[in-house]
């Protein structure tokens, strides 16, 4: 990285890239950029930022402020004193931030550049610790809480931001559990603080980070685009809602595989995507964004990556976003496209019935309007694990020509007329494989079928989709209001 | 960050190599469709993640692959 995270806070200090270390730990306080005062600062509309704690050594400092006119409560670790360790004092100004983010209801942005709990006060620091932990635990899924990780994170100031909704990962951010002395004395192994905890493991390995970011600004403009789309979330206006030819952002080809990054964008409105874990499991997509100028939730297959396979890892990635979204009341759209589970003994063994369950759970137990979109096809275990009828969904949608059906018909009847398909000569299967199939499908699958047996409610043309999503999530909405569901949202 | 030599495109998943959509020495890009693979009874195109040139090809069509297999190796732009 040649960017740094400092330089971005405060561009009236020099480059912190083009001065030695050493140099910078030896600036005062008032101008070193890592002084919480201006980090809060930057992360706060202008002239919003009131302190909630003194400005002194505790190693952390409070603020109420706004971001985009949003009330927040924000905390930030000191990292010019003791490299932001923890100690008592600090962790009481966390617990200070919380409990006023509580009360008021309001989302908590925390700002992390600290070593951990600090050595010299000992297992009383750990307890400190421990509370910072059970009080975001008590207000996981009641105020919506983000961790932007500006420096290095370890041990506790690791776990802290772990446990929050959305984790945002700064250009000189690192987190990790522990250094790379201890892993290097335990297990000889020689590793560096940006491979062991930097943002290709995090962003892409690890899924502890939900973003990424070049500079500590453009971190810090994620946390507060987050904070604004889970804290102002605004009320869905049907009539604002245009319809665009949405058929247009897929191949001709139905086999083809696509990137579905333009038709996710295609649903919301026009700039307000913001994409959650963009590299780890990324056959599955969630973003959050606004449709009608109300914040929804989009999961998205992505056939370009595995296919559009669920496999372990999406399914769980899925199952923590549709949690995130139904503990804050944020209705989601499910825009399916989905061949089934990636078979093979990697993904059993790695546990796909276990994690591939948890997304049953979580949309099985969803409160907030959902509705579904099949755009090409839905199969098998996936089609029901994708937000289908049998799980509750508000509304199932379809384009026409949608695949709803157990398998692909030819697999099917392969399956089923194995025998038959055996005695048939070799020069004539073909043939006799497509009668059957187009036989199976009038009788088993197509799009007509799952109406008339009620699976999917009704079949939207691509260029009427906008305007019915909006108008299922509105009906709900004006008869049932936002729910929010009972509970927190466990970093599944 | 540690600066690497060449990047190397990988295979996510099980499939069969269908078409070879790039030459050594082509310049290509993340837009660009290096390979055409089907796995899932889909044909799923391969888009480097970086732009770079092409240095080696190291599947044919008809090849299966593996996951974790690498398919083609760039050097970076």
């Known amino acids: 990285m040649t960017q740094t995270a400092d330089s971005a806070a405060t561009p009236v200090h020099p480059p912190a890239g083009s001065v030695p270390r050493s140099v910078m730990v030896k600036l005062p306080r008032a101008e070193d950029p890592r002084n919480p005062v201006h980090r809060l600062t930057a992360l706060l509309d202008d002239g919003s930022l009131e302190l909630l704690t003194p400005d002194d050594e505790s190693g952390m400092l409070a603020a109420i402020?706004?971001?985009?006119?949003?009330?927040?409560?924000?905390?930030?670790?000191?990292?010019?004193?003791?490299?932001?360790?923890?100690?008592?004092?600090?962790?009481?100004?966390?617990?200070?931030?919380?409990?006023?983010?509580?009360?008021?209801?309001?989302?908590?942005?925390?700002?992390?550049?600290?070593?951990g709990a600090r050595l010299a006060e000992g297992v009383a620091s750990l307890h400190a610790v421990g509370r910072i932990f059970a009080i975001m635990t008590q207000a996981s899924g009641r105020i919506p809480q983000i961790s932007v990780v500006l420096g290095p994170a370890?041990?506790?100031?690791?776990?802290?931001?772990?446990?929050?909704d959305v984790v945002v990962l700064g250009p000189e951010g690192r987190i990790f559990v522990t250094g790379p002395d201890v892993v290097r004395s335990v297990t000889g192994e020689d590793v560096d603080m940006l491979r062991l905890g930097g943002p290709e493991p995090h962003g892409r390995r690890s899924g502890v980070v939900h973003l990424l970011a070049d500079t500590e600004e453009a971190a810090l403009q994620h946390a507060r685009d987050t904070a604004t789309l889970l804290g102002s979330q605004g009320s869905l206006l049907t009539d604002q809602v245009e319809d665009v030819d949405l058929a247009d952002l897929l191949p001709e080809n139905r086999k083809r595989a696509y990137d579905v990054h333009p038709l996710v964008e295609g649903i919301l409105d026009e700039g307000t995507a913001l994409e959650l874990h963009p590299r780890w499991a990324p056959n599955v997509v969630t973003a959050l964004g606004r449709l009608g100028g109300r914040t929804v939730g989009v999961v998205a297959n992505n056939p370009l990556r595995l296919g559009g396979?669920?496999?372990?890892?999406?399914?769980?990635?899925?199952?923590?976003?549709?949690?995130?979204?139904?503990?804050?009341?944020?209705?989601?759209?499910?825009?399916?496209?989905?061949?089934?589970?990636l078979p093979g003994v990697g993904q059993e063994w790695d546990g796909v019935v276990r994690r591939g369950a948890k997304l049953l759970h979580a949309f099985a137990e969803c409160v907030v309007p959902r509705v579904t979109l099949v755009t090409r096809k839905t199969y098998g275990g996936a089609y029901i694990a994708m937000n289908s009828r049998s799980l509750g969904a508000t509304k199932v949608m379809a384009w026409p020509g949608a695949e709803v059906a157990v398998m692909g018909a030819v697999a099917a009847i392969r399956v089923l007329h194995r025998r038959r398909l055996a005695e048939v000569p070799p020069d004539l299967r073909d043939q006799v494989e497509a009668e059957l199939a187009a036989e199976h499908e009038r009788i088993a699958g197509g799009v007509e079928k799952a109406v008339e047996i009620g699976v999917v409610d009704e079949i939207v043309e691509p260029s009427r989709t906008r305007t019915a999503l909006a108008a299922a999530i509105d009906a709900e909405i004006q008869t049932a209001g936002v729910r929010r569901g009972a509970h927190g949202n466990i970093p599944l | 960050m540690a600066r690497k030599q060449v990047v190397e495109v990988v295979a996510e998943m099980v499939a069969s190599v269908v078409e070879i959509g790039c030459a050594v020495g082509d310049d290509v890009t993340p837009e660009s469709t290096v390979l055409l693979l089907e796995s899932m009874k889909m044909e799923i195109p391969v888009h480097p993640e970086h732009a770079g040139r092409v240095r080696e090809i190291k599947v044919s069509p008809g090849d299966v692959i593996q996951e974790g297999d690498v398919l083609v190796v760039l050097d970076p732009a």
């Open chain 1, 65 to 115: 402020g706004t971001v985009d006119g949003t009330p927040v409560v924000a905390f930030c670790s000191d990292a010019t004193v003791m490299g932001g360790a923890m100690g008592e004092d600090g962790c009481q100004v966390v617990m200070t931030a919380y409990q006023r983010a509580l009360t008021d209801g309001a989302p908590i942005i925390g700002l992390w550049h600290s070593g």
């Open chain 1, 154 to 164: 370890a041990g506790g100031a690791a776990y802290g931001p772990a446990l929050t």
């Open chain 1, 309 to 341: 396979c669920l496999d372990s890892l999406s399914a769980e990635k899925a199952s923590r976003f549709v949690r995130l979204c139904d503990a804050f009341g944020v209705p989601l759209v499910v825009v399916v496209d989905v061949p089934g589970y």
